[in-house]
């Protein structure tokens, strides 16, 4: 059965055909467009199935609405009761469509590439196996995403095309896919990952252009499938045995080994193609979301046992500094940490007081630079999963915290002296400053969080909570509204199915709900039981 658009497509298709069965050959070359080619070249397709991704889930949606108060990196003082867990279905449903149709333009990629008609052609654009080692990539990273948020979800492999339980994308065959577990996802993912970075032709471009990861450098794409597998193997190493096996085997095959290794997606310094935090605040002209206090107190040193962070001033302008210092870079950071009090999470309602910029801190310029680059990972993730792997390891732990501050730009004394007040690794600090890391990835630190309860209550404030207002003293209690039929106690486990899937996919959507025991924010994720 054929979809809504290619049905209305073959349509349009059969009236041009009856219309012009009198044209010749020669008057159809002349009206050919060279402007919209009628095969979109692969390296497009990827640069902007890659800037969808990124455009639709580092938004004010997806993740500021979301994983970033929840994880206490941001909070707002206009729809207090997101933070609070009671998002908008809207959020959810709009990020499910978004996730499919990225993945579908990957899968795209492979198709073209592979279709004997079109093959020959798509090489122009880079070696064929490297372009479809790189899509298969994005699709396991684009997978991980709504497998964790979500749970069971349909989904496509490419090294599993006929799995009657992998129907996602192929909208010809099922309309209604069904949901295929997290746990035979988890280990496709990991297949996926592993064949990938084997298919990869080291000595050859993997796009010539279009690649606004790499730039075409396929052992830097060997490189990132690797350091995914680790980072996919560790998470699900308490339910799936075979992860273990999967870990030593994404080390010994290659993972970053420098900041040069970084996946981050990078922008450019126009409206159309900036990073999508800066089009929040200067084309959206949001001011909705600030600095969270709970976070600034642990860079700040009042929370936790690390002293004071540099990397404070590198997240939080000082209060009082006004969006349109940026364009000029007109401000300078303070050194009295009075300046840095941070906006309350979680308040009971809309506080007038902080609504006014003089009282508390925006996102840094570094922060809201246009051109900002979004990390899928970096190589300080990489040096902390080396760690826990590694039984707590502390040079791994050092070099985790050092490689985050090289690439933001700290001064190496300013290392150097933070580095040497660390306490020792252990479970808790080093996933600690993981958690400070993350703040450029907040849905990995959100599936970090689940995964292994830390950071502590000592660093976030949790449901039934008291906290104080930092301007007055006064007391508060941090109370979670209702999200769907529940009232959550805990950070959300995950987020409810989009209702469209209630209607469009009964069968299949009740289901999924009855395995997780309820389509509701409170239940756990498989990797995190």
Known sequence: MKNIKS??????????????????KDLEEINANPNFPEIVPTNSIFNGANRYLFNYTRDGWWMMRMSMPWMQYAAQNNYVEEDKYQYRDVQTSNGWVYL???ANNYKDIIEKCEDPELSVEMSAYGNLNNQIAASRIMLAYVFDNLVTHFGNVPYWSYGQRENPNFQALKVDEFVTPVYASEEEIYADLLKELKEASEQIVETEAVFNTGDNIYGGDAMKWKKLANSLRLRIANRIKHVYPAAAAEIQDAISSGVFTSNADNAIHAFGTTNNDANPFWKLFYVGNRTDFWVNRSF?????????EFGFDPRLYKVAAPKGITFNAYTSNGYTNSDDMDDYPGMPYGLPDVEPYYQVTANINIFSKEFLKIDRGEVLIEYSEVEFLLSEVNGWDQDHYENGVRANMERLGIADADIANFISGLPVANEESVLTQKYVTLMYNP???WNEYRRTGYPTTDILLMPGEASKRPHDGSAYTFTPLQSGNVIATDIPSRVRYPVTQQTLNPVNWSGAAQALGGDEIDKKLWFAK
């Open 443 to 445: 849905d990995e630190s």
């Open 7 to 24: 049905i209305l497509l073959s349509s349009v298709i059969g009236l041009s055909l009856l219309s012009t069965t009198s044209c010749t």
């Open 100 to 102: 499919y149709r990225t």
């Open 296 to 304: 600034i107190q642990l860079l700040k040193g009042e929370a936790g």
